[in-house]
């Protein structure tokens, strides 16, 4: 009795693990690419392109360990890397409809600060990047957002 109860558990967890990577599809894999992080510029433009453009490639590989985003409103909000990372991994595929504009504020050569304005047809959204060289890449560390 125990050993046909371990078969059906077995065969059971082949069957959902089956179903799980069926439910991923062949281009899950794609999302977990090596994107070039190799100029600030890059890392700037592929941020840009996942907070506006709902790109999910490399979301990961974007953000320093410690990065940290705050929220400046009435109700002022302060976000993990972590939380921002799963907030954006759902916005995958999703343009938001706004006009976009960067400028560098400062920049030396591991460190860059560039404000990305967002202009919807209502309001408008401001973001202070902050970026730094880690190792051979250039990683998101910070980011502040006010709203007008």
Known sequence: MKTL?????????IAV????????????????????LSTADLALEHYVAVTTEGESAGVEQLFTEDFNQKIQA?????????EVVKSLKKQKGEKLNCTVSTDII?????Y????VTLKFENFTKTDLVTLERVGNDWKVSKSINSYK
Do not use: H
Not at 19 to 31: L, W
């Open 112 to 115: 860059m600060v560039a404000k």
């Open 106 to 110: 400062e920049e030396s050569a591991d």
């Open 74 to 82: 009435s109700n002022a909000q302060s976000n993990s890397r972590s």
């Open 17 to 36: 693990s089956t179903f799980a990577m069926a439910a991923e599809g062949p281009g899950a894999k794609a999302t977990k690419a090596n994107i070039n």
């Open 5 to 13: 109860v371990k078969t059906f558990a077995a065969a059971a967890l």
